[in-house]
């Protein structure tokens, strides 16, 4: 039976990190999937697989059952399609594909959206760590904030960085991008949600420095952070690995959703 006073999740999105976190909040008794928001050619397929406890609609004017929480897990599309809905609704969102956000017009649109309906937008870590580090730091003052970006050469197939080098023949690290992260967001923008969110986190887009580099010698997918302003010196490096479900997803993507919904039912939140 479920406990109608649980809290009521909306999913934008059922891809890997929706079906992850789907599947790990089934026997959770203070959360609940109440409803998905789908493309409308994937209506019928998620509302099959879900069953009829949870809804499935391509819309958020189209849930019949008010949410607690909306969490965007889905694509740059998906938080342009159905995030100012959400905001002027007064819902609160939890914002997954961050790279969208380096667009000024859409980060505009949300913000009015939110003043609107009293809704606000929260910013999932990702797959990075010390952003409130970084955050914080920005209190103080920063003096320059650099992101660098390794990827093994094969994830950068079916990106901008094909047209640059023989991914399949390096040797050594190749740098496919160097610039400021609101272009590398647009640039690549499946690998981009971590520059967007330090971006955010620290000094802005245009400020950012982002270096973006297919090395085969990398195991993983690596991030790091370095930081300089009046609170010191910050350096964080993180190998990430992938969500074993999908391999292009970030696991620790996956974990900060998750991270994220339980501090909305915690009494203490880290």
């Not at 006073?5 to 999913?11: N, V």
């Not at 955010?200 to 973006?212: D, W, Y």
Request: proline share 4%; charged share 20%.
């Amino acid at each position: 039976m479920t406990d109608e006073r649980s809290l009521r999740i909306a999913l934008i999105g059922y891809g890997a990190i929706g079906q992850y976190v789907d599947n790990a909040l089934r026997e959770d008794p203070q959360c609940r999937i109440s409803s998905v928001i789908v493309r409308p050619a994937k209506v019928k397929e998620v509302a099959e697989r879900l069953g009829s406890a949870v809804q499935v609609t391509d819309a958020i004017d189209g849930l019949t059952e008010r949410p607690d929480l909306v969490v965007e897990v889905s694509s740059h599309s998906g938080l342009q399609d159905h995030g100012c809905t959400a905001l002027r609704a007064g819902y609160r969102l939890l914002v997954v594909s961050v790279g969208a956000l380096a667009d000024d017009t859409l980060r505009t649109a949300l913000t009015a959206a939110a003043k609107y309906g009293d809704g606000v937008a929260m910013i999932a870590p990702g797959a990075i760590g010390g952003v409130d580090a970084l955050a914080a730091a920005r209190q103080g003052g920063l003096d320059w904030v650099r992101y660098t970006s390794r990827k093994p050469p094969g994830a950068w197939k079916g990106t901008p960085g094909e047209a640059l080098c023989d991914l399949d023949a390096l040797t050594e690290a190749f740098v496919l991008f160097e610039g400021p992260a609101d272009l590398a967001a647009r640039t690549y923008p499946k690998n981009a949600n971590v520059a967007a969110t330090i971006a955010l986190a620290g000094i802005g887009f245009e400020q950012t420095a982002v270096q973006v580099m297919a090395d085969p010698g990398a195991s993983g997918n690596i991030h790091e952070i370095e930081a300089v302003g009046a609170f010191g010196r910050l350096t964080i490096s993180l190998e990430g690995r992938p969500l074993s479900e999908n391999p292009k997803t970030s696991s620790l993507t996956a974990y900060s959703v998750l991270r994220a919904i339980h501090n909305e039912t915690a009494q203490i939140h880290i």
